[in-house]
Every structure is written in C-alpha cells, then in structure tokens.
C-alpha cells in the first residue's frame, strides 16, 4: 500500500515542478551564452560554434525599421571591419516579429543587407527564443561575449545616437579594445534609448 | 540668397511654433527631475516616454489622452516626454503636435547622456520606447512597452495609487 501512496507524491511532485512557473533567467555580466542556430540572409544556419578562430563576438540585436537601428548602421559596419579582422565579428540579430513589423520580415532583411552591402552576418530569431535568453529589450542592444561564449558588455554602442563623430564614449569599441588587451570592459553594463522588440503575442 | 532662405526657414518655424501646440524642451535631464521634485505629496503624474517615430508610442497617445480627459488636473498629470531628436523639431515634431493637438503637457527631453538618465526615471529602465513610468507618494511604478487600450492604462495606474494608499481624490469613476 505504501509504494502506490509515494510513487503517488513523487509524481504529484514532478507535476508540480514541471508546471511551477519558471521566469527564463537572462544573461547578466559573468554568465555563459547558449549558442544559437539562426538563418542568415544569404540561407545558411549561422552558430558561433561556426567562428572558432574567433576571440570573441560583438552581437547587436538590431533590425531595418526602428530609427536607431537605422543612426546605428553605418557604426556596426564600421565596427565589423575594425575587430573582425582581430577576432571579434558582429552577429547582428533581428528579434522582431515580421507579423507585426513587416519591414523587419526576412525578405526586407536580404533587401537591407544588400543595399547597404553589410559585411557581418544578419539573423533573424524566426521563432523568437534568442532574444528572450539573452534579455535583449531594444534595438539595437549589443551584448559582446568572450570566446568561451562569456557575457563581458551589455548596453549601447555609444553615447550619442544622432552623430557618430559626436560620441565622447565608445562603449563598444572600448569593451573590445579592452578585452583585446585581456581586461574586462569598463563600464560593463549602459542604458539607451532604443525600440522596443516587437514580440509575437 | 542662402540669408534669404535662412530667414524666411526662421520665420516660418517660428510662426509653427507659435501657431502649434505648447512643448517645453528640456536639454538636461535635471530640468524634469527638478519638475518631479517639486510635485506636492499629494500630486500623481504619469510620465509617459515616446517619439512621434515610434509606432506603438504613437499608438497608445490616445490612451493617455484619455486618462488626462477623465483625470487631469493639479492633482493629476500626464506629461508626454518625447525623445524626438532636437534637429527634425520643425521637419517632424511640430508638425506632429499640430496635427495632433494632444491636450496633455508636452516636453521634448533632449538630454543624449541617456546613460545617465535612463536609471534615474527608474532603477530597472533600460531605454526601450514606449515605457511609462507613474510617480505617486514618493514612490513609482514602471511599465516598459505598449498599453494595450485605456482600460489597461487605467488599471495599471489605479492600482498602484491604491498601493501608495492615494486613492483618495481619485475615484474610479473619474472626476467628471
């Protein structure tokens, strides 16, 4: 009698946790990314795993609508041609979803990338689980990892939205520098304004 | 030729902005700091945080002139704080407002050390457009992203007065 009795708890048990709501936690500074398998706009699955002579990866969250994404262009081009060529590529991801934004769809994305000839790869998180694991709120929103796959920056590209040559702090480009050198970013973590990631409801 | 064209871009934004809407623009963030500090005890206000390019700004504005028809007064104020850059004020902005015509108070917060002020609306902002954040009691509630309609809006203001025990004065059925 008494088996049935805990076989019972144990999987009265299991139901509860399995259904206990669990907040997905997202990445803070120190934590390990998962790798991801995105479509990228030429039709290949791109994951790091895929750079492993990288030292590291500058990834943006970015997408064609939003008019910071936009300021930001031209900066994560530049970006990309100054540290790709010393290890750290930019990943750039789409979050949006294209129901709700339809400029930011994956055929608007090759458009975009081949109008504006982007040198970096640019993904789209078609079902949305990427975005939410690192905690990408906005675009862009850049979160630069070591090459064991180690969140060291979360924040902004710089600060001066509007007019690259009037940026006092290059967070980004400091963050990579810094850890081209072997030291941590400082700061680590910034704020800015940005659009919020349309999420498929 | 180019002081002709210069004075007359002059003349006509400066009659935009006198024909337009009022909007305060603030080039440093203190300036709003200062306006929040100095709301008696009993004040409320809802700072919503928006941009005439962002889409679902844009599209919860009714909402919050909405709750400043049903609510607004001394005790109760909506301030639309757009992040509009200060260089399209006549190309974009103005316009915007003229066409528009928000009864709610409108400020353009210029302010790039976003860095700076981001964490100081609230501790766990980030920066991302539409955010709300609702200012009671010394105390402030955040809400980042869109309201779905007014109902939403309404009840996420109403219950948090009623959490900083405001209640009083602000009925739910509105002071009209």
């Known amino acids: 009698m008494n088996f049935p009795v805990n076989a019972l708890v144990l999987l009265a048990g299991i139901f509860l946790l399995s259904n206990a709501p669990r907040e997905p936690q997202t990445y803070v500074i120190g934590d390990k990314a998962d790798d991801f398998s995105l479509r990228n706009v030429d039709g290949r699955m791109i994951s790091l795993a895929d750079y492993p002579e990288a030292k590291g990866f500058i990834v943006v969250f970015t997408c064609n609508h939003c008019p910071y994404a936009q300021l930001y262009e031209q900066r994560l081009i530049d970006l990309h041609k100054k540290f790709n060529p010393r290890g750290f590529p930019v990943i750039a991801i789409n979050p949006n979803a294209p129901e709700i934004v339809p400029e930011d769809s994956f055929e608007e994305m090759k458009i975009r990338a081949a109008e504006k000839r ?31 796959l180690i969140v ?21 480009d400091s963050a990579v520098t810094a850890m081209l050198r072997g030291e941590r970013p400082e700061p680590d973590f910034t704020r800015a304004i940005g659009c919020m990631i349309k999420r498929r409801k | 030729m180019r002081i002709l064209y210069l004075v007359s871009f002059l003349f006509f934004s400066g009659s935009c902005a006198l024909r337009g809407q009022a909007y305060t623009v603030y080039d440093d963030f203190s300036q709003l700091e200062t306006r929040i500090q ?33 609510y607004g007064g001394p005790d109760f104020q909506v301030w639309l704080v757009s992040l509009d850059f200060k260089t399209r004020l006549e190309k974009q902005f103005i316009p915007f407002l003229e066409k528009n015509k928000l009864k709610a108070e409108v400020i353009l917060l210029a302010d790039q050390n976003a860095d700076d002020w981001i964490p ?6 980030e920066g991302s457009l539409p955010s709300t954040v609702v200012i ?22 109403l219950g948090f007065l009623k959490t900083v025990q405001k209640v009083t004065g602000l009925s739910t059925e509105g002071s009209r």
Do not use: M
């Open chain 2, 38 to 70: 100095q709301l008696s005890a009993k004040t409320t206000v809802v700072i919503n945080f928006w941009a005439t390019w962002c889409g679902p700004c844009v599209e919860e504005l009714p909402c919050f002139e909405e709750l400043t028809q049903k």
């Open chain 1, 118 to 148: 982007y040198p970096f790869v640019y993904l789209l998180d078609s079902a949305q689980t990427v975005f939410p694991r690192f905690g990408a709120l906005r675009t862009p929103h850049v979160f630069i990892l070591d090459r064991n």
């Open chain 2, 136 to 157: 009671s009691g010394g105390q402030r509630k955040l809400q980042q992203g869109q309201f779905a309609n007014f109902e939403e809006l309404e009840s996420f203001v």
């Open chain 1, 152 to 172: 060291r920056y979360i924040g902004a590209i710089d600060d001066s939205p509007e007019t690259a040559a009037a940026a006092q702090r290059k967070y980004v």
């Open chain 2, 120 to 125: 100081k609306v609230h501790k766990d902002w």
